[in-house]
């Protein structure tokens, strides 16, 4: 669905991605792993399209977004939900208008039918007895899965997942990668995880590319990263963790 081909992009005289090409497959969750400031949630962004690279293309189910005006990238936005690392959810809105906001806002639908997609989430979340607590009344796994449900309601074809576990207690992470998980096995959903936590990616991920220092430097099925033998990932698969 997902395909960056020979992407480059700077920040003035900085290069934060050097060629960078990996593909993201329909129904399967492929991991984005490299230390903090690397560019990983970069690579996010050229994949909705709040970016454009200065040479390279970005396609979406074979369209190139590069291209595009912004007038014409909302139909391929609405292909895929983020899930922001900070959940981004509204303070002063309860979960269940948390949840609403955006399909009466862009989307013509009857109000019964927005109900149930908010009940779907809901239940799908395991925020039964939640619907009218505001955000800062939940815990932090609670929130995510709350920005989880928000990114479904669309009924994207993938969902893009930045540092989905960071900052959670080890019960609220594997709550979210277990939800995670079901996204895939029971609503054929894909997902790209952008993270540091190399645990996160054994957990959850089919495959997995490692991004250091601007480049691609292992992209695969997640197993095969054990074998890999660039000093980086040999050094990350005994740290476990990605340090800032």
Known sequence: MIELDKVTLKYGEKEILKQVSLT???NTIKAILGPSGVGKSTILKLMLGLIKPNSGRVLIDGADITRMKESELYTIR???GMVFQGNALFDSMTISQNLGFFLRENLNLPENEVIRRVTEQIQFAGLEGYENQLPESLSGGMRKRVAIGRAMIFKPHMILFDEPTAGLDP???KKILSLISTLRHNNNLGAVIVTHIIEDVFNVADCVAVLYQGEI???DVTEKL????????RSILSD???EL
């Open 226 to 233: 054990h074998n890999a033998e660039h000093p980086f990932i």
């Open 240 to 242: 476990k963790i990605l």
């Open 171 to 173: 019960v609220s992470s």
């Open 24 to 26: 993201v497959r329909d």
């Open 78 to 80: 609405r292909k895929m």
């Open 217 to 219: 430097i292992f992209d």
